[in-house]
């Protein structure tokens, strides 16, 4: 298969994890005779140095015409403090959402058996915890309008949705249930919002659909207690924007560190691949971080193109290394110099030769 | 001192629990020789079913005379799953809220050393654990303008916030800060929402006249990981409605149920106490919903009035109620037949002698 990899490495340590999930997709590409090219671009603060513009056009046409993107990660925090700030860097990850109609993210939380005291919760609540979140991307109140009054004194933003928005995530989220547990859970705040009861209201009707699929509801605040207390009750869980975001994040810590933690967003032409953790410009440079959540980015994005047999085998070497502790010290107790580089390079070698790499 | 406060125990197990805590206030008024009335009224699915309105305008008039508001539970979940409701028991406690002016929400966190084991985290993690969330509670996406397209398929909900709003809040927790452990961290999503960018820069504004308040900011969706990741970090966090309310309910994890965190809403004129607890149909009338949180509500009503022995014997009471494992089933694994008003009776009894009670 030959696939146009378009590679926005971004800001803080983006580009370095991001040249882990590259050196980890060339070697699956030796191994299975693929012909994967990669073109890089800028985005976020890296592409505010150079232009001024946290999302150049070049990188957006760089995208359209790409297979798929491989997303690093933005927010150097330098922008974070100062709310005057014009350009920032999230609006190059924003916009890009919005210009490539990337409407439907997709995060697994998964608890590993190797890392499972490495999570903040207790062992017995953890195991076997396998969700699927479904976060609806380019709608609700990230891209309402949003208003500041000209004496600065009122600000506001507009959480709307469509039917049509929710309909198409919806359907996906099904689907997905419907090749695991035949669970989906419906996260919102219906007791309150009128957006959310349109999503109550669109989700019953397509339920009717999926009658193999056992459904539920639950409000946003709970869920976010829930998802402590007993993750292994969700299977799949669906959600608008803003509550996807802090619900996803808040599940990695179910998984132990968020620098495992990979995404997939589709839209109806174009798919890109992210890690759901930022830039965290702190440990830029320094070899720390984690490049397996890229890593499995990448995986997800071999999943897209139904090389499943690829994904498994980038998954069993990640399965490998997280085994034998060839991890960074997010995770690492038992050895302490191991670099962002050395593991990829320790999955890269076990793609190349699986029999050999299981032996050491 | 006299005081007259209007009940509103709601419906699910609200009404239990208040009950619980009247008895405690009552225990309180003897023991300190002060005239405590209580004056009853119906709010939630409780008015629903009498008057078809979850907040008849007796009970707004009720709670407009009285000196203080102890507030139960609403939720039926009767009402949960449709989205075509047109009265909804929150309605009730959203318009009282609004009507008597309580914009300003506080919720303690607190780490009982005699329940560390009952938590979903690890114990070393959560020890000490004392955070105190400012929430604001009349403003945001729960009361802006609401709208449901005439077809029926866009909805939306309106975010919006004033400076004055964010103020006073801010005021307040900036103070609390000043007698604890002096920091205070503001969470927001800064990088998406125009609300957001207005609170950072009104509270960067104010924290120049706290100069011995450090304050930090933090983004919501981290905000989720770190209350769990390292919840002692935190001494005030003061954030918007919605927030609030997810971060809050998540905090109660920590403390091992949410059947302990007790709140305080106070406005100008008014101040209404009630658990952070919902009314969990399931359990009414089970005698096995857990008061504590009514209970210690009530006592964050006598601090409001400087009754600060008061509180101090309410809440040195319930610590020995935990510490004996007089508790109901949510955190006992001990004693398995203590109910809800057999919670309330050790706690009064301890009011009553607190001596004796001591010895048994
Ligand atoms: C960087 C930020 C704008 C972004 C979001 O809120 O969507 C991030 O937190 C994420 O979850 O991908
Ligand atoms: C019942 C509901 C409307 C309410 C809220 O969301 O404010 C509750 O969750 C709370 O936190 O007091």
């Given at each position: 298969?030959?696939?146009?990899?378009?590679?926005?490495?971004?800001?803080g340590?983006?580009?370095?994890?991001?040249?882990e999930?590259?050196?980890?997709?060339?070697?699956?590409?030796?191994?299975f005779e693929?012909?994967?090219?990669?073109?890089?671009?800028?985005?976020?603060?890296?592409?505010?140095?150079e232009?001024?513009?946290?999302?150049p056009?070049?990188t957006?046409?760089?995208?359209?015409?790409?297979?798929?993107?491989?997303?690093?990660?933005?927010?150097?925090?330098?922008?974070?403090i100062?709310?005057?700030?014009?350009?920032?860097?999230?609006?190059?990850?924003?916009?890009?959402?919005?210009?490539?109609?990337?409407?439907?993210?997709?995060?697994?939380?998964?608890?590993?058996?190797?890392?499972?005291n490495?999570?903040?919760?207790?062992?017995?609540?953890?195991k076997?915890?396998n969700?699927?979140?479904?976060?609806?991307?380019?709608g609700?109140?990230?891209?309402?309008?949003?208003?500041?009054?000209?004496d600065?004194?009122?600000?506001?933003?507009?959480?709307?949705?469509?039917?049509?928005?929710?309909?198409r995530i919806?359907?996906?989220a099904?689907?997905?249930?419907?090749?695991?547990?035949?669970?989906?859970?419906?996260?919102?705040?219906?007791?309150?919002l009128?957006?959310?009861?349109?999503?109550?209201r669109?989700?019953?009707?397509?339920?009717?659909?999926?009658?193999?699929v056992?459904?539920?509801?639950?409000?946003?605040?709970?869920a976010?207690?829930?998802?402590?207390k007993n993750?292994?009750?969700?299977?799949?869980?669906?959600?608008e924007?803003?509550f996807g975001?802090?619900?996803?994040?808040?599940?990695?810590?179910?998984?132990?560190?968020?620098?495992?933690l990979?995404?997939?967003s589709?839209?109806?032409?174009h798919?890109?691949?992210?890690?759901i953790?930022?830039?965290?410009?702190k440990?830029?440079?320094?070899?720390i971080?984690?490049?397996?959540a890229s890593?499995?980015?990448?995986?997800?994005?071999?999943?897209?193109?139904?090389?499943?047999?690829?994904?498994?085998?980038?998954?069993?070497?990640?399965?490998?290394?997280?085994?034998?502790?060839?991890?960074?010290?997010?995770?690492?107790?038992?050895?302490?110099?191991?670099?962002?580089s050395?593991?990829?390079e320790?999955?890269e070698?076990?793609?190349?030769?699986?029999?050999?790499?299981?032996l050491?």
């Amino acid at each position: 298969m030959k696939l146009n990899i378009a590679v926005l490495p971004g800001d803080g340590i983006g580009p370095e994890v991001t040249a882990e999930a590259v050196k980890v997709l060339k070697a699956i590409g030796m191994a299975f005779e693929h012909t994967f090219n990669f073109d890089y671009g800028l985005v976020g603060a890296a592409a505010i140095k150079e232009h001024n513009n946290p999302l150049p056009e070049e990188t957006i046409s760089l995208c359209k015409k790409a297979d798929a993107v491989l997303f690093g990660a933005i927010g150097d925090t330098a922008y974070d403090i100062d709310p005057d700030a014009k350009v920032r860097p999230e609006q190059g990850l924003l916009g890009l959402r919005k210009a490539l109609g990337l409407h439907t993210n997709i995060r697994p939380v998964i608890a590993y058996d190797d890392l499972l005291n490495k999570s903040s919760l207790k062992v017995k609540q953890i195991k076997d915890t396998n969700i699927l979140i479904y976060r609806e991307l380019t709608g609700g109140i990230y891209f309402g309008e949003r208003k500041l009054s000209e004496d600065g004194n009122t600000a506001s933003d507009l959480c709307e949705y469509h039917r049509y928005e929710i309909e198409r995530i919806a359907h996906a989220a099904f689907k997905a249930a419907q090749s695991r547990k035949r669970k989906l859970t419906l996260v919102d705040k219906a007791n309150v919002l009128e957006s959310s009861r349109l999503w109550r209201r669109v989700v019953l009707e397509l339920a009717k659909q999926y009658p193999n699929v056992t459904m539920d509801f639950m409000f946003v605040d709970n869920a976010a207690v829930e998802l402590i207390k007993n993750p292994r009750q969700f299977d799949v869980i669906l959600t608008e924007n803003m509550f996807g975001d802090i619900l996803s994040e808040e599940a990695s810590v179910i998984v132990g560190s968020i620098g495992l933690l990979a995404s997939a967003s589709r839209g109806d032409k174009h798919a890109m691949f992210e890690p759901i953790h930022g830039a965290y410009p702190k440990a830029t440079n320094k070899g720390i971080a984690n490049p397996i959540a890229s890593i499995l980015s990448a995986a997800l994005l071999l999943d897209h193109f139904d090389l499943s047999d690829e994904a498994a085998l980038v998954r069993e070497a990640v399965d490998k290394s997280l085994q034998l502790h060839i991890t960074t010290p997010d995770l690492n107790t038992r050895y302490n110099n191991i670099t962002t580089s050395k593991v990829g390079e320790f999955i890269e070698d076990f793609i190349n030769n699986p029999e050999e790499t299981n032996l050491n």
